[in-house]
């Protein structure tokens, strides 16, 4: 199946929203994510622990961290124990971008549908592409779509609203229609979050990881580079 985007491949949120989700980004109090979408921390775990990380920002040849804004008082010698945000896709601001963090995220949806795409750049590969992986999160788990999913440090990942009419129930009422033009998730980091541990993948990266073939269904989630 083709990795396609739903709506016009944009990461500028500016443009106004419907007022359904607007709404939703008032009440929850969030801003445009740097990855795409919009985010709102919920919690930072006061607990410090040792940082289990390298001590210089998270980099490789296939990716940058330029201009990653960093917390103030943050100490990379330490890591809250966890942090938590809700993450939201729309019409107007429709993917997250390829990108990692060194710890483990735990996702949880909250409303809507959309598409994951993981490339597993931690596993080892002899010459050969990144495992590439990709699955729906929303309600209907009988066909196989996921309420929790788990991406472990090291991997990447993008996300963006599907294209497609199907059955789904919202509210207990069934409709054959495209599922809600938004996701609405919660993201769980462990140890917390730092944008000191984030990075994007290029999309000349993004080929050196699964080839120029694959690169070309994918590089709309890439930034450039």
Known sequence: M?????????????EKEAPEIQAVIDALGMQPHIEGGYYAETDRDPWLVPSPFPNVPSSS???????MPLRPGFDPAFRNASTTIFYLITPNSSHGNFHRNRARTVHTLHRGRGRYVLIHADEETKNGPKRVESFIVGPDVAVGEKLQWIVEGGKYKASFLPDDEREWEEDGKKTTAAAPGWLLISETVVPGFEFFDHDFLTKAGLKELIGEDKAKELDWLAQRG
Request: net charge negative.
């Open 2 to 14: 083709a990795i396609a985007p739903a709506f016009q491949v944009t990461g500028d949120s500016a």
């Open 61 to 67: 040849p296939s990716s940058s961290n330029n201009e």
